[in-house]
């Protein structure tokens, strides 16, 4: 890569798709499903592990150091949650990778002499011991190229005591084996990169194979893979306690909703009894009034009836005593017109009687 393509890959890392203006490359956004999300979070296997043995060559989705910048960018302000597809994406290589590592111990199984357990334990301890010589060494080299020359000197000196460890193991294994087996190399497959280790490999094969970039590569695939569930875990159990709070929320809410609503149901209610007490009242009183009138009106009425009754008493009293008085002076003056008519008559009676004398003394 010239200077310039390097120039232009840090600016579009450090500044994003937008950095001048191109509208072109703002067309693929880092949601898409062709973006890579394992390359957004540093961890794609086709890039760590590019320029070894085991290289995959490129990535079948877009890889672009400026959406993984603008996914840096977005992903302060929101989680986009891309750990999930980097987890699958990345479970499914190391398992791939755990798949071969036991096909090629099965195939050292079918190949090698089968030895007793008692000599596969001391191999196997004379292994662990070459593992961590040349994991130490593989550290004091990096220390070196950092300038940390004291802790480079420290960690040298603990490859010498394991050095030591790894003779007497030796031995061990020389002693329990014959003289034609032991002469045979005894591999080993590494449970990291599922590479092949020799029992009797030297300080510097050691040391290169576990400073090499396939190895480093491995164990920084598997422990981002590590970092990546752990940040997956961590997010969800934020995101369910979030959801928990706004569960509790909204409960809560509702709860004073509900209260609210008693409250106004009970407002309302009291009003209402308040209205019908008051209601009940004004009738009672209208009905008591309406008694009081009714029974005042009776009593008017009766009293009035009282009084006609003894005024027409009275007055039917009066009028059959001045009946009575009226036939009394009626019967006593048909009575004196009688006496004067029978008066009348007697005297009519004896004028004639005497006119008859008279005429008959004058025919006489």
Do not use: W
């Amino acid at each position: 890569m010239s200077a310039q393509a390097q120039m232009r890959a840090l600016l579009d890392q450090l500044m994003g798709t937008a950095r001048d203006g191109d509208e072109t490359r703002q067309r693929v956004k880092f949601t898409d499903e062709r973006v890579c999300k394992s390359h957004l979070l540093n961890c794609c296997p086709h890039d760590i592990l590019s320029g070894t043995r085991m290289d995959l060559g490129e990535c079948t989705k877009i890889h672009d150091l400026a959406l993984r910048a603008d996914y840096e960018i977005a992903s302060k302000e929101r989680d986009l949650f891309f750990e999930l597809d980097a987890v699958d994406h990345l479970e499914s290589f190391i398992a791939d990778c755990d798949r071969r590592t036991e096909l090629a111990k099965k195939r050292l199984a079918e190949t090698q002499e089968e030895i007793s357990a008692e000599v596969a334990a001391k191999a196997e301890k004379v292994h662990e011991l070459n593992e961590e010589i040349g994991k130490l060494l593989a550290k004091a080299e990096q220390l070196g190229a950092e300038g940390n020359v004291d802790e480079a000197q420290k960690v040298l000196q603990e490859v010498e005591k394991v050095r030591t460890k790894k003779k007497d193991a030796e031995e061990e294994y020389r002693n329990s084996m014959p003289a034609s087996s032991f002469q045979q190399q005894k591999l080993r497959v590494c449970e990291v990169c599922s590479a092949y280790l020799g029992l009797h490999d030297n300080d510097r094969r050691l040391a290169d194979h576990f400073g090499g970039k396939l190895h480093l590569g491995f164990i920084q695939i598997r422990e981002k893979l590590d970092q990546l569930k752990k940040t997956v875990v961590d997010k969800q159990e934020k995101r369910n306690q979030e959801r928990l709070k706004r569960r509790e929320e909204r409960e809560k809410e509702e709860r004073m909703k509900k209260r609210t609503r008693s409250r106004s149901r009970e407002h309302r209610r009291s009003r209402s009894r308040d209205r019908r007490r008051r209601r009940s009242r004004s009738t009672s009183r209208d009905r008591r009034r309406t008694r009081s009138r009714s029974r005042e009106r009776r009593r008017r009425h009766r009293s009035r009836s009282s009084s006609r009754s003894r005024g027409h008493r009275h007055s039917h009293e009066q009028s059959s005593r001045h009946k009575s008085s009226r036939d009394r002076e009626r019967s006593s003056k048909e009575r004196s017109r009688e006496r004067e008519r029978d008066r009348r008559d007697g005297i009519n009676g004896r004028s004639d009687s005497r006119r008859a004398d008279d005429r008959d003394m004058g025919d006489l």
